[in-house]
């Protein structure tokens, strides 16, 4: 079921395992060439249901294990997702289109959430209580959720894995993994790496479907699932949330953005420029927390603005398996059709394009700036996820907030200021769950990630992110 030229960079175990799927199968495509690459198991309700009895049971051994026996295995898996590296980027590569330069920074942050909850593992920690009686005592200690559920992008067929797996993992939870259909070879391959460090497949394990409403629906309908976490669009992320009331579930949503970047007049323009472009760019605008609005101070915006434009005409737009390219395809058709929907709206009202607008042959987009946006235009309302950079202007610093509040999503903001005063207030200002402060590339393993309104639910990374999937369990002992 695998293109064998396509993929033979693989280990030869791991492409037998993949030519071995039996049955219902869909094919991989690469967005870069339109042809496929693979195939992956096409599972349904009844493969789910299994996948559910196995880690029910699963989850009760893994539970009984030792902090120090979960961080040992997790960093042995970390061990082997470094020392494959270049071949998970390649296969990201031709899953979805991301730059093999882009790709590889992906692996090494992708395996730093497993190297950081390999440590937080032996950090989770309990709370003697001061009792009311003499002969009382109170203790709260904290125990794994249970079996997860976790339904991940293809946008980040990596990072979006491990910032979740690393810590259910650590915390003592099996994991249910339904990678998205355009990119769930990477995932089949980090789970065979699972188990070459010693993991049992029970507890870490992989679904592929090219339908995911019925597998979605079986492991929501049972009770013994108790944990949901999910990446993706806010409107998806709703039915989520309202299936889970049914079950009682915990929840974790990282959903859509509309991430503003206000450059000052203070800012160093060259600084500036380069941060926009690192954030708005990389990905071909792909991501969560890309900018997709840039407001810059009136006095500055002409001279920022060819700048940028300079910048983004010089990004190098191409095969994502060369090294050079900056600029891979969009994902599918559907991604290029809302791009060029976007670009032509804010067109049609207006708006004034300074380079790029244009698709290419396949799913190329010319990476784009546009001037003369305005609220009600497409661009300035729904997240574009494509290679845009729409810029408007502000004149006070009261005018540039309220227009960045002015969502409903609150998932990353950004701003670029020399002024510390400024930098202060308008980082406390500005609502959403992380700001970028001079920043374009703010995401590390070991911060808090998520949003706040309709950008989601619960925090991912670091400290905050293990604490999603424990439980909080109150003893108190009587002394007789």
């Known amino acids: 079921m695998i293109a064998s030229s396509a993929l ?11 030519a071995s799927a039996t049955g219902k199968t ?22 789910a249901q299994d996948a559910i009895e196995r880690t029910v049971a699963a989850f009760a051994r893994y539970k009984l294990t030792t902090a120090y026996e979960r961080s040992a295995l997790l960093r042995k898996w970390f061990g082997l997702l470094i020392e494959h590296e270049l071949s998970l980027a390649r296969l990201m590569a031709l899953e979805m289109g991301k730059p093999i330069s882009e790709a590889r920074g992906e692996v090494r942050y992708a395996a730093g959430f497993i190297e950081w909850y390999a440590e937080e593992a032996r950090r989770v920690y309990g709370d003697i209580l001061p009792a009311s009686a003499a002969n009382k005592r109170l203790f709260a200690t904290r125990q794994p ?37 355009q990119s769930p070879l990477t995932a089949l391959y980090m789970a065979w790496l699972w188990e070459q460090a010693g993991g049992d497949p029970d507890v870490f394990q ?19 699932i108790r944990k ?32 503003p970047f206000l450059v000052f007049a203070d800012a160093d323009l060259d600084l500036a420029v380069k941060e926009v472009v690192a954030c708005k760019f990389r990905n071909a605008g792909q991501t969560c927390v890309c900018t997709n609005r840039v407001y810059v101070q009136e006095r500055i ?11 983004v005409a010089a990004l190098r737009v191409g095969d994502p398996l060369d090294a050079n390219t900056q600029i891979g395809p969009l994902v599918d058709a ?18 004034q394009i300074v380079t790029g607008g244009s698709a290419r042959d396949g799913l190329y987009f010319d990476p784009t700036v546009i001037t003369h946006c305005a609220p009600g235009m497409l661009i300035m309302e ?5 290679p845009i950079a729409p810029v408007l202007t502000f004149r006070e610093d009261a005018d540039a907030i309220r227009a960045a509040n002015d969502t409903p999503y609150g998932l990353a903001a950004y701003l670029y200021t020399r002024d510390l005063d400024r930098a202060i207030r308008v980082s406390e200002a500005l609502d959403y769950g992380i700001i970028g402060l001079n920043d374009g590339l703010p995401s590390v393993p070991q911060a808090p990630f998520g949003g706040v309104k309709q950008s989601g639910i619960g925090r991912e990374g670091g400290y905050w992110g293990i604490q999603e999937y424990l439980d909080v369990k109150y003893i108190s002992l009587a002394l007789h």
């Open 8 to 18: 033979d960079f693989l280990p030869a175990a791991l492409q037998e395992r993949l």
């Open 26 to 47: 869909f094919q991989v495509i690469s967005p870069a060439t339109g042809t496929p690459i693979g195939a992956a198991q096409d599972h349904n309700a009844a493969d």
């Open 145 to 181: 959720v249970g079996p997860v559920y976790a339904i991940t992008p293809w946008n980040f067929p990596m990072a979006m894995v491990t910032r979740k797996a690393g810590p259910a993992l650590a915390a003592g939870c099996t994991f249910i993994l339904k990678p998205a259909e």
């Open 206 to 224: 992989v679904i592929t479907t090219a339908d995911p409403i019925p597998v979605t629906r079986a492991m929501m309908d049972d009770t013994r």
């Open 228 to 259: 949901l976490t999910f990446t993706g669009s806010t409107e998806v992320g709703k039915l989520l949330y309202a299936q889970s009331a049914a079950t009682m579930k915990r929840i974790s949503l990282e959903l859509g953005g509309h991430a």
């Open 301 to 311: 915006a002409e001279a920022f603005t060819e700048k940028l434009a300079a910048a």
């Open 334 to 351: 559907q991604g290029l059709h809302k791009v060029e929907a976007h670009v032509a709206d804010a067109v049609a009202r207006g708006a």
């Open 382 to 386: 729904e997240e574009t996820f494509g």
